[in-house]
């Protein structure tokens, strides 16, 4: 995670509503990890066009989030004629990233919360 946020930016309503449900799953730190979303904004997190984006945590009183790994949450989406996985990505107890995987010829932008599919998280115990 770039501690940098010069190109920072307020998350979309679409990338907002894709945390906020990624967030709503009970697992090891999300309580933490719902507290920095209320202090984080984005930057583009990638080149290749997608709409991965890094999150960085204003608030440096923050708690930090013990999860049971870097990949706490993660869901696929779905829309015509595109599709994917969105993965959370956390580094040092705080939200890193909205990573995006995607299959077909082209990147996808973020999806829109409603696309969302099969949410799944790292669960205590296994």
Same mark, same amino acid.
Do not use: K, N
């Given at each position: 995670?770039?501690?940098?946020?010069?190109?920072?930016?307020?998350?979309?309503?679409?990338?907002?509503?894709?945390? +906020?449900?990624?967030?709503?799953?009970?697992?090891?730190?999300? +309580?933490?990890?719902?507290?920095?979303?209320?202090?984080?904004?984005? +930057?583009?997190?990638?080149?290749?066009?997608?709409?991965?984006?890094? *999150?960085?945590? =204003?608030?440096?009183?923050?708690?930090?989030?013990?999860?049971?790994?870097?990949?706490?949450?993660?869901?696929?989406?779905?829309?015509?004629?595109?599709?994917?996985?969105? =993965?959370?990505?956390?580094?040092?107890?705080? *939200?890193?990233?909205?990573?995006?995987?995607?299959?077909?010829?082209?990147?996808?932008?973020?999806?829109?919360?409603?696309?969302?599919?099969?949410?799944?998280?790292?669960?205590?115990?296994?």
């Amino acid at each position: 995670m770039d501690s940098g946020t010069g190109a920072a930016r307020p998350l979309s309503e679409d990338e907002a509503g894709v945390l +906020a449900a990624l967030l709503a799953q009970d697992f090891p730190g999300a +309580a933490q990890l719902r507290e920095q979303a209320e202090h984080v904004l984005a +930057a583009p997190g990638c080149g290749c066009g997608c709409g991965t984006i890094t *999150l960085h945590v =204003t608030d440096a009183g923050a708690p930090r989030a013990r999860t049971l790994d870097a990949y706490p949450a993660s869901a696929d989406y779905g829309a015509p004629g595109e599709g994917g996985v969105v =993965t959370l990505v956390t580094a040092g107890g705080l *939200l890193a990233e909205l990573r995006l995987s995607w299959w077909g010829e082209r990147p996808t932008p973020m999806p829109r919360p409603a696309d969302l599919e099969h949410l799944w998280c790292a669960a205590a115990g296994g």
